[in-house]
């Protein structure tokens, strides 16, 4: 009888009767998407200015996230990329060597000597 089966009963009776509850009496804002603040309309959350963090208006943030682009596209060279990456492929280094440990401490030392 049903009472065997009480946990089967559960989820093919109960389960989609709480989904179906759950879904009644959520509003809409329930569903609109979490990453944006409280009260804001969906509409407004998806405008052209929806990524400017608080505090800053479209053009400041623009502004800014300009300047620290081009701050940061200078600091990558070729060059340098070629010799580290040479130096970390030098040489075989599968975990738990002597060889991984060579690699670990030369990316330690490198971290070290930027200051991170």
């Not at 049903?2 to 509003?27: C, E, H, K, N, Y």
């Not at 052209?48 to 600091?75: H, M, N």
């Not at 340098?80 to 690699?103: I, K, Q, S």
């Amino acid at each position: 009888m049903m009472i065997q089966s009480s946990g089967r009963v559960w989820r093919v009776r109960v389960s989609p009767l709480v989904l179906a509850l759950t879904l009644l009496f959520a509003g809409p804002e329930d569903f609109e998407g979490r990453g944006r603040p409280h009260g804001i309309p969906l509409a407004k959350a998806l405008s052209e200015d929806a990524g400017v963090p608080l505090g800053f208006s479209p053009q400041t943030w623009f502004e800014v996230e300009q300047r620290l682009e081009q701050r940061y596209l200078k600091i990558p060279s070729p060059a340098r990329c070629r010799r580290f990456l040479r130096r970390l492929t030098a040489e075989p280094h599968v975990a738990g060597t002597p060889g991984d440990r060579r690699v670990t401490q030369f990316i330690y030392d490198e971290f070290k000597r930027d200051g991170l």
